[in-house]
């Protein structure tokens, strides 16, 4: 019985493991727009293929972008978190739209609801699920940082 717990522990861990974000190389490439994706690192993104590939974006819009087009093919998605920098869940993540991303108007993830809703000082905050390729051309066109609140999404109060 204990044999049998140290391997599954040991199976666990190398599953754990596998599942991890890894920091992007230097000179890597957005999946989507070809940018480097270290210019802005609390913006950049990856996603976890799954063939086992890390594929990287400059920013969570991105990310969410290729993830919509490309969601049967991928087995993970992590964002960072805006405040702390550190590799998050995507699809627990909260989001705030902003005017200044990599290129223009993008999302910023958190982990923590309460700091998502300090840093959108009453701007709508977002779950993943509420982010669908609407709301991503929106920002593309140039209304990002919601200053008007006038997209009319589902959002977190």
Same mark, same amino acid.
């Given at each position: 019985?204990r @044999?049998?717990?140290?391997?599954?522990?040991?199976?666990a861990?190398?599953?754990?493991?596998?599942?991890?974000? *890894?920091e992007?190389?230097k000179g890597? *490439?957005? &999946? &989507?727009?070809g940018? !480097? /994706? @270290?210019?802005?690192?609390k913006?950049t993104?990856?996603?976890?293929m799954k063939?086992?590939?890390h &594929? =990287?974006? $400059?920013?969570p819009k991105?990310a969410?972008?290729? =993830?919509l #087009? @490309?969601g $049967?093919k991928?087995s993970?998605?992590w964002v960072?978190?805006? %405040? %702390?920098?550190?590799?998050?869940?995507? #699809?627990?993540?909260?989001y /705030?739209a902003v005017?200044e991303?990599?290129?223009?108007?993008d999302?910023v993830a958190?982990r923590s609801?309460?700091?998502a809703k300090?840093f959108?000082?009453?701007?709508?905050v977002?779950?993943?699920? !509420?982010? !669908?390729a609407e709301?991503? *051309? =929106?920002?593309?066109?140039?209304?990002g940082?919601?200053?008007?609140?006038?997209? @009319?999404? #589902?959002?977190m109060?």
């Open positions: 019985m @044999n049998l717990m140290v391997v599954l522990s040991v199976m861990l190398f599953v754990f493991a596998l599942a991890q974000p *890894k992007p190389p890597a *490439k957005c &999946v &989507v727009c940018m !480097d /994706v @270290n210019m802005m690192p913006f993104s990856q996603l976890k063939g086992g590939k &594929v =990287y974006t $400059e920013s991105h969410i972008q290729f =993830y #087009k @490309n $049967e991928v993970q998605i960072r978190d805006f %405040s %702390s920098g550190r590799w998050i869940d995507a #699809k627990r993540a909260y /705030v005017d991303g990599p290129m223009g108007p999302i958190f609801l309460v700091k300090k959108a000082k009453g701007k709508k977002f779950r993943f699920k !509420d982010i !669908d709301f991503l *051309k =929106y920002l593309d066109m140039g209304h940082g919601m200053k008007h609140g006038r997209h @009319n999404m #589902k959002h109060h």
